[in-house]
């Protein structure tokens, strides 16, 4: 039973497209998070939404929006694709605020070309 | 910077040996945890230690935390090769987790 799953795991696209990345948890978690890890593997928070609120939102630019249908799931668009935004996007659950143990899926590797 | 500084970036020992990385922060913290992350592969979660905690263990792991000098340490004794992966320390503070650069341990058999 995968915990946190993420769809695609791969996508690739040109610049200027919009794209979204979907990610559900069946770990019955309150909190869900992104994050994005570059090419120097450095994992730095997106967003996180508590019971479908919105809880951080790390100055993100407003091309990146986050949606929460739900508890379980956490999906981000993107719109105006730029070449600086080929990373690995991660999404996490925990039960609570941060400071628990999270959960991460498997991630999904953004190249915009 | 808000991240955490760990040390070494990279590492590379024998099967058999213990590996040692280190994490230092600036600011308080809730609690410190360590994560591992295998190539291409999501973050697992390996441990949890509580401000107010100074050692915890876990099978082979043993992680210390010194809120003086606000650093934190993962031991892992007698390595094996499937311990090759990449190890982040990640604090907890005005809830969210802030994660260090990470260290690369690469375990030779």
């Known amino acids: 039973d995968t915990a946190v799953s993420q769809t695609p795991k791969y996508l690739v696209t040109q610049m200027g497209n919009d794209k979204s990345i979907k990610c559900e948890q069946n770990l019955g978690h309150d909190t869900m998070y992104w994050y994005k890890q570059d090419s120097k593997k450095f994992l730095k928070i997106m967003f996180s939404y508590n019971n479908k609120e919105l809880i951080i939102n790390e100055t993100v630019p407003n091309r990146f929006s986050p949606k929460s249908p739900d508890k379980a799931h956490l999906n981000l668009h993107i719109n105006s694709l730029e070449l600086g935004d080929s990373a690995v996007y991660f999404c996490?659950?925990?039960?609570?605020?941060?400071?628990?143990?999270?959960?991460f899926g498997p991630g999904t590797r953004l190249t915009v070309l | 910077s808000q991240q955490g500084e760990e040390d070494p970036q990279a590492l590379s020992i024998q099967e058999g040996e213990n590996a040692t990385m280190n994490c230092s922060y600036k600011?308080?913290?809730?609690?410190l945890q360590w994560y591992r992350q295998n190539s291409g592969r999501g973050l697992v979660h390996l441990i949890l230690i509580r401000s107010n905690e100074r050692e915890k263990h876990s099978g082979r792991l043993r992680v210390t935390l010194d809120t003086s000098k606000k650093s934190s340490s993962l031991l892992i004794t007698a390595s094996r090769a499937a311990d090759t992966a990449s190890y982040f320390c990640a604090r907890s503070n005005t809830g969210k987790l802030i994660f260090g650069q990470g260290t690369t341990l690469q375990v030779k058999p």
């Open positions: 600011t308080s913290i809730n609690n």
């Open positions: 996490a659950s925990s039960l609570g605020l941060a400071g628990n143990e999270q959960f």
